[in-house]
């Protein structure tokens, strides 16, 4: 199979899709707006980077949806209006306190819920460790990986609104990395895209 990423152009989505330190876990880089021309039942894992503006995915909403219901995998990253194009997404927003990290021995509170899942053994709690945008009301049965001070989901996997799979943060790494802005978004796609490689295409890492 393959991981096709959903490229909407902007330079922090150029730097993570196409330069070379991610461009090998992506096989194919589609505009939103060409989505429609993709058969999407031939890639095993569909990427919908940080900031990817709602409205040039609203239009494909029903073509996601079809192949969450042939078991397909959508992973989707923050700030991204996830709720317009996707099932079952309930999003607060928060204010995001930018500078936390400058008040002595602070403790920001995001905390792995599921330490036993396969993607932490890539990712410790200091890589999902920024800031925060907002959180989710996931719906039941679904597996929260991460969670913010108030214990409230912000990385979760979701397996039963379709008959395939959504995992939906509202951590934004692809916007900073891209920005070359807070170190820990670099690490944190350092782990989660050969994760997303391996565990979900089933490819061999480089």
């Not at 995998?73 to 996830?82: K, L, N």
């Not at 799979?165 to 070359?180: K, V, Y």
Request: charged share 20%.
């Amino acid at each position: 199979m393959s991981i096709l990423a959903i490229h909407p152009g902007a330079y922090y989505h150029i730097e993570t899709l196409e330069s070379p330190r991610y461009a090998h876990h992506f096989d194919v880089l589609v505009r939103p707006e060409d989505l429609a021309s993709v058969e999407l039942s031939e890639h095993a894992v569909v990427f919908i980077p940080c900031r990817t503006p709602a409205d040039r995915l609203a239009p494909h909403a029903q073509q996601l949806r079809a192949y969450l219901d042939q078991g397909g995998t959508i992973v989707a990253t923050g700030e991204t209006s996830w709720e317009i194009f996707l099932p079952g997404i309930t999003f607060t927003p928060q204010l995001t306190n930018w500078w936390w990290w400058l008040t002595p021995d602070a403790d920001f509170g995001v905390r792995i819920a599921s330490p036993d899942h396969p993607l932490f053994r890539r990712l410790g709690q200091n890589d999902l460790t920024w800031h925060l945008h907002g959180w989710f009301d996931p719906p039941a049965g679904a597996e929260v990986l991460a969670v913010n001070g108030e214990g409230k989901p912000i990385l979760y996997v979701d397996e039963v609104t379709t008959s395939g799979r959504m995992i939906i943060t509202s951590l934004d790494p692809c916007f900073h990395h891209g920005s070359h802005f807070m170190p820990a978004t670099t690490r944190f796609l350092d782990g989660f895209l050969p994760w997303m490689r391996e565990e979900l295409d089933g490819a061999q890492v480089r």
